[in-house]
């Protein structure tokens, strides 16, 4: 799956229409490429958060990979519904 690399930024403070846009950071310079614009700051810091809540969730994943484990199966999980949110045919779809 695709998926926009992180660490991410709050980009705008607030801006003028009172949004938070969150951009994608690409080494000590900042790119342009918007990845969510949000209007409450906890919404901001909680996407901001998403790369590497995914990291871990994908570590754990993979360290409990042939168990049942209830957290690798919880990862698991999680990583399908992920997979299934992100999808290009549910994406396109609507």
């Known amino acids: ?3 926009t690399p ?3 930024r709050i980009e705008d403070a607030e801006d003028a229409y009172g949004y938070f846009t ?3 950071a690409n080494g000590a310079e900042y790119s342009t490429e918007q990845v969510a614009t949000v209007y409450e700051l906890e ?3 909680l996407i901001v958060a998403l790369p590497l809540l ?3 969730v994908e570590q754990v994943a993979a360290h409990f ?3 049942d484990a209830p957290l690798g199966v919880a ?3 999680a990583l399908a519904r992920i997979n299934d ?3 290009p045919s549910l994406r396109n779809s609507g």
Do not use: C, E, K
Request: proline share 4%; aromatic share 8%; glycine share 4%.
């Open 65 to 67: 990979a042939y168990t």
């Open 54 to 56: 995914l990291a871990v």
């Open 6 to 8: 992180g660490p991410w």
């Open 85 to 87: 949110l992100t999808s």
């Open 22 to 24: 969150i951009s994608r």
């Open 75 to 77: 990862a698991r999980a």
């Open 43 to 45: 919404d901001a810091n």
């Open 1 to 3: 799956m695709a998926r």
